[in-house]
């Protein structure tokens, strides 16, 4: 799916908005709104955009090269909104039929729900729900308790459920205030004694999906992974093009392009190329891996290799930019100017645990 040139245009133009006030403008919800774009993987008959791994990822990729900020609020909350697939359908139905849902929240286990015949009372504080001022519904993760003990799942380890619960019930802190990303306005919330219902809970989990449809069946750390990763690849490809154009501009200037220009353009040209090798690598993993599950293979190594090459690519993404930041100059360091905003944001994308070296899916 690629971008027209309006929407592009209203991308650009209000990306500054959204930082200066620290969460989406107005202009950039009905954008998305009109787009469908947190609608990304909900099925057509929700009026969802229903499209497949693929093509969702290509889209996140082009939004996060125009902005960052709302690519990546985009990215989160779509990929909430993704729990269509298992949620009752019954309440499925009747939610995600509304142009404007947005669901969005934490995936830390903090807090409790506390077991009352067939509803929970969940209490709790959680961090970073991306898009928080304009979410319909806030998503959790919870302790099931009952009669104030803790419950255990078959394997012996604390059982765990996800909720969603209306925006209402939630009390949102404003706390978020970060150096990037300041449009995602993924503030904290809290629940204290508020009662749901039993289908106000689910299993994220693909042998408990509730739809037919072939994304529900898609493990969610892959998707997850390759969600987020596609962030990452589109802020750099942006960051890459406005250095070749720094360099251009760089090499009418006569003592640069003397003696610094060459080596900057090699070591550029080597970026570039790595990458598209990576791109095109990263991709074809995702295709191959939803070729294989419609056809009922076996994905288990290529799912390893997915959370492999997310990291390494993230890691490079980031050595390069810093090794790229310095020929900015000055310029670079304006908080107005593209690449900063480039800078900012990829740095403060890399402070998700996910596609941390080292970080632990355990």
Known sequence: MQLIDGDIAVLRDQQRKGIQQKSLSDEQLELIYRNKWFKIWVPRSLNGLGLDLVGGLSLLKELAYWDGGLAWTVTLCAGANLFVGFVDPVVGQDIFNSKTVCFGGSGQVAGVAEREGKSYRLKGLWKYATGAPHLTHFTLNAY???DGQQLLDEGGNPLVKSFFVAREFVLIHYDWDTFGLEATASHSFSL??????????????????????LLYQYPFMPFAELTL???????????LDLI????????????????????????LDEMQQEYIDSTHSVMDLAARSWENLKNELDNSSLYARIAIESRDFVE??????????????????????????????????????LLQKGFSQA
């Open 244 to 267: 070749e154009k720094l360099f251009v501009l760089k090499s009418n200037q006569g003592k640069w392009e003397q003696m610094e220009s060459k080596a900057a353009f090699r070591k």
């Open 192 to 213: 204290d004694n508020t009662c749901v219902a039993e289908n106000q809970s689910f299993f994220i989990d693909a042998s408990k999906s509730t739809r037919t449809e």
């Open 144 to 146: 099931i308790q009952e």
């Open 316 to 353: 490079t993404i980031l050595s390069n930019v810093i090794k790229l930041y310095p020929y900015t100059g000055i310029a670079g360091a304006e908080a107005d100017s593209e690449i900063n905003i480039l800078f900012r944001n990829i740095f403060t994308a890399s402070q998700h645990k």
């Open 229 to 239: 990763l596609v962030n990452f690849m589109g802020m750099y490809h942006r960051f």
